[in-house]
C-alpha cells in the first residue's frame, strides 16, 4: 500500500468548548468511521482559570482513514483551532496494522470519493513520538499519572472504560478482569517513552493493586503536543 493510502487511525483530544468546530470539521471532511467520547484531562484547575477554559473535560474522537484523508482533515482543523495555543488539545495518527476487508473497503472507497485538493502538510517526523496507552482499575488514575509526570510526562487524559475478562486472562495474568477501568492516554517524545512505561509499570503494573497494562504506539503525524504547559511557572 502506498504511503499516501495507508490506513491510519487519528485519535484527536480537545477541550470540550471545541466539541462543536471537531464535528463540523469531521462532517465537512466525510470522515467514513468517527467514534466520540469523553474524557478528563490532568492540569490543574488554575490553569484552566488563567487559560479561560470551563473545566477538564475533553472531547475525543477516533477516526479510522486513509493517510491522506488523514492530512487533509489535520489542515482543516489547524484552520478552526489553535493548537498552539495552550490547553487546547492534541491530534496524532497511528498506523493500523491489519483491518477487516469491509473496513479497508470503505475507507479506500470514501478516499476515492474525495476530491482533496490541498497541498501537502508539515508534519511530525515518522516515529519522533508515541502514544503511550495505560489502562488500571478504577481508582488509580491519579497513582498512574504521578508516576508519569516523575518521568518526565507533561499530561494525560482520562477515559473510563469496562473490562471484559476471561478465563485466559486469570490464568495468564494472575488477575481477575474487573469491569471499571482507568485508560490513561499519554504523548510522549521517543526519548521519554520507555523511562514513562517504566515508571507507571513499576506504580500501577500487573503486580500491584492497580494491576495495570501499558504498551505504546508509534505516532505518524503530531499536532498540538508543542502547547503543552510542563508547570504553573510557564504561564
Known amino acids: 500500500m502506498s504511503g499516501e493510502n495507508r490506513l ?33 484531562g490532568t492540569a490543574k484547575s488554575v490553569i484552566y482559570d488563567i487559560l479561560g477554559y470551563g473545566g477538564p473535560k475533553k472531547i475525543i474522537a477516533l477516526t479510522l482513514q486513509t493517510s491522506k484523508m488523514a492530512h487533509n482533515f489535520v489542515e482543516q482543523l489547524s484552520q478552526v483551532i489553535d493548537f498552539s ?6 491530534c496524532c495518527s497511528v498506523s493500523l496494522t491489519s483491518v477487516s476487508n469491509v473496513v479497508s473497503n470503505i475507507l479506500g472507497q470514501a478516499d476515492h470519493n ?30 498512574a499519572m504521578d508516576a508519569a509526570k516523575k518521568a518526565g510526562a507533561t499530561g494525560g487524559t482520562l477515559v473510563h472504560a ?16 474487573e469491569p471499571e ?13 520507555r523511562a514513562i512505561m517504566e515508571s507507571i509499570t513499576k506504580e500501577v ?31
Open 181 to 193: 477501568k482507568d485508560l490513561i492516554l499519554i504523548v510522549a517524545p521517543q526519548e521519554k517513552k
Open 8 to 40: 491510519e487511525a487519528l485519535l484527536t483530544i480537545l477541550d470540550y468548548g471545541l466539541k462543536d468546530r471537531l464535528t463540523d470539521t469531521l462532517k465537512a471532511c466525510q470522515m467514513p468511521i468517527t467514534f466520540i467520547t469523553y474524557g478528563l
Open 205 to 235: 503494573g500487573l503486580t500491584t493493586p492497580g494491576t495495570g497494562i501499558c504498551f505504546s504506539l508509534p505516532i505518524n503525524h503530531l499536532s498540538g503536543f508543542g502547547a503543552g504547559i510542563d508547570n504553573i511557572d510557564q504561564i
Open 114 to 143: 474525495l476530491e482533496m485538493g490541498s497541498e501537502e502538510m508539515p508534519t511530525t517526523p515518522e516515529h519522533k513520538f508515541h502514544l503511550i496507552v495505560s489502562i488500571v482499575n478504577s481508582g488509580f488514575f491519579e497513582q
Open 162 to 177: 469496562r473490562g471484559l475478562g476471561s478465563k485466559e486472562a486469570v490464568k495468564y495474568l494472575g488477575i481477575t478482569i
Open 85 to 90: 495555543k495552550p490547553g487546547t488539545g492534541i
